[in-house]
């Protein structure tokens, strides 16, 4: 990274940014969260115990509802609440408790609050539900609050069918008994939520009651008193709030609750330690998200460096735009746009420059074409002409009247010869000129090999041959038909010229989905494999002599091939086993 460089600058910038901005919330965390934290915890419970207390004044709870109630209020808020009066008496039975109805009829309450906090494991295990039979020992409490029911405070308590849950005392209990009855109403705590200080309600109180004077005043005022304490034994933080309600007897009640504060220091120590350790990985998370951020803000002005560097280079060719709704984007659009010209400009003057190379190129290929056109025709002329013009010097000199029946012969067949090879000539021509207009119709080729097949008739007889056509599943072909025939013509002359005497040729036309194969296949001398792909070569023969024998003009398959190819049909040439094979595939 080069540190003159764009992207090393804004890479220190941002990892200042991210540091600064990290160290402010560590130093936040540190003066500030203990204290915001207190204050969120308290005022939330303050805000509940207010519409609490409005509800206890309002509808008049009786005792089942109270309980239920404010063991809800000690569930969601993790602490413990006591209904007292002025002077110090608790009108609120234990809302953690096991109502159980004696056999004479009376209700007792067994308080729990205590008992859970050293045998709430074994007590939840019991499965204690309305309607079994327990017996519990304990020391029993007259109740002078909401409810009429006696309240005992358990030591150990027996479920029938179960083991005993706490410890039993065999001498029994000072002013303790023993109390058996079925449960008619549990309710518990969440083990996983109970705190362990459940005591901690019952110290407090000690310690607050009787009330001292300034507390007795502003709470006949109805002010809401909120304190701290810390509890003696254990050196727990707490935070005590009493509120003030006034009863429709115009008594006043004291909601009173006692909240940890412990957890939030321990919270807090507990943070700082997590800070330190994510201080050192949140470094090097900042590290790489630095250098992320500054490569991807410098990667569009690298881009359009590169892109800059090609085009002095007048290396045009185009580059993906940057899309981005700002002046980056728009300079790397118009760069893209002026690269894109440039390089179509340029790409025109390679292709003219290219185009201008290959015609002259075509021009001498031409012209070596037409050297060789005119030498081969020359020769295949020459032929022709001498025997024409020795013949017709016999008849000028007064040959034998015997004779001159078999010279003008001979001077016919060469002029027809001559003629033949002019008019494939011509032919050619017109194939290779670019300018053919094929008329195409749709028609069995079958029938059109049978057509050819008659007018050849006089030059299968001459050579004893058979012509032996086979049609299967034909298809028919959408071609030009005039060509088609010449096509057609030229395959079974060239079969029936290099064919040996009294033997057949075979003509398949097999169709299968839409594609039709024709091949034509003869028995006699087969081609060389090397010159295979040179029978379609204009004035090629096979013979190495070039012997006139078979006589052809040499252009028949060159004609075959264009007229083929203007059809972008396929084809080829094969050797079989007896002879030769042409296979041309139509459609497809």
């Given amino acids: 990274m080069n540190k003159r460089g764009v992207t090393f600058k804004l890479f220190i910038m941002t990892v200042a940014f991210f540091l600064c901005f990290y160290g402010m919330v560590i130093l936040c965390q540190l003066l500030f969260f203990e204290n915001f934290y207190q204050q969120q915890k308290i005022g939330r419970v303050e805000s509940r115990l207010q519409s609490f207390g409005q509800s206890y004044v309002r509808e008049a709870w009786g005792s089942g509802r109270v309980s239920r109630e404010a063991a809800r209020f000690m569930l969601q808020n993790k602490n ?6 002025l002077d110090g008496k608790v009108k609120l039975d234990d809302p953690f408790h096991i109502s159980l109805r004696k056999a004479d009829g009376k209700i007792v309450k067994v308080s729990l609050s205590l008992f859970i906090g050293q045998y ?3 007590l939840r295990a019991a499965r204690i539900q309305p309607g079994d039979t327990i017996t519990v020992e304990g ?11 006696n309240v005992i405070f358990p030591v150990a308590i027996q479920k029938s069918g179960y083991k005993n849950i706490g410890a039993l005392d065999e001498t029994g209990i000072e002013s303790g008994m023993k109390c058996t009855g079925t449960v008619t109403e549990i309710v518990m ?3 996983k939520t109970l705190s362990g200080r459940q005591g901690l309600l019952f110290s407090a109180l000690e310690e607050w009651f009787p009330l001292s004077q300034v507390h007795l005043e502003k709470l006949k005022k109805f002010e809401v008193l909120e304190e701290e304490w810390t509890e003696p034994w254990t050196g727990v933080r707490n935070a005590i709030i009493v509120h003030p309600v006034r009863q429709s007897t115009g008594e006043i009640d004291l909601l009173f609750t006692v909240t940890s504060l412990q957890e939030i220091s321990e919270t807090n120590e507990a943070l700082r330690w997590f800070y330190l350790y994510l201080g050192i990985g949140g470094f090097a998370l900042i590290l790489m998200l630095s250098l992320f951020y500054s490569r991807m803000v410098t990667r569009p002005l690298i881009a359009l460096n590169n892109t800059a560097k090609r085009m002095a280079k007048l290396d045009f060719t185009a580059h993906t735009p940057i899309r981005q709704n700002d002046e980056l984007g728009s300079l790397s659009y118009s760069m893209y746009t002026l690269s894109q010209s440039l390089d179509s ?5 390679q292709e003219a420059n290219q185009q201008l190379v290959e015609d002259m190129e075509q021009k001498q290929k031409m012209e070596a074409v037409q050297q060789d056109f005119f030498a081969n025709a020359s020769h295949e002329l020459k032929t022709p002409l001498s025997i024409i013009k020795g013949f017709a010097e016999g008849l000028q000199d007064g040959v034998s009247a015997g004779k001159q029946d078999h010279y003008i012969k001979v001077i016919v067949e060469e002029a027809d010869k001559m003629e033949r090879l002019v008019k494939d000539m011509l032919d050619l021509a017109k194939l290779e000129s670019g300018t053919l207009k094929l008329r195409k119709t749709t028609f069995i080729l079958s029938e059109l090999v049978e057509e050819v ?18 049609p299967a599943n034909e298809l028919p072909i959408h071609a030009d038909a005039g060509w088609m025939e010449q096509v057609m013509i030229n395959f ?11 033997s057949s040729i075979t003509i398949r036309i097999e169709g299968s989905g839409e594609i039709n194969t024709f091949s034509i296949e003869n028995k006699g001398e087969t081609i060389p494999e090397d010159q295979l792909d040179q029978i379609w070569d204009r004035f090629y023969r096979a013979e190495l002599s070039r012997s006139r024998q078979t006589g052809g003009t040499g252009l028949g398959l060159s004609i075959v091939k264009r007229i083929l190819d203007l059809h972008e049909f396929r084809y080829q040439a094969e050797n079989t086993r007896n002879g030769v094979r042409f296979v041309v595939i139509f459609g497809g």
């Fill in 492 to 502: 079974v002359v060239n079969a029936i010229r290099h064919a040996e005497e009294g």
């Fill in 453 to 470: 097949v008659d007018k050849l008739f006089h030059l299968l007889k001459e050579k004893r041959l058979e012509a032996v056509i086979i």
């Fill in 189 to 191: 705590p969440d083990l």
């Fill in 80 to 85: 413990q609440l006591a209904i007292v009066t």
């Fill in 139 to 149: 020391e029993i409490l007259e109740s002078g609050g909401i409810s009429s029911a």
């Fill in 345 to 349: 400009a340029l790409r025109e003057l």
């Fill in 120 to 122: 709430g494991d074994e």
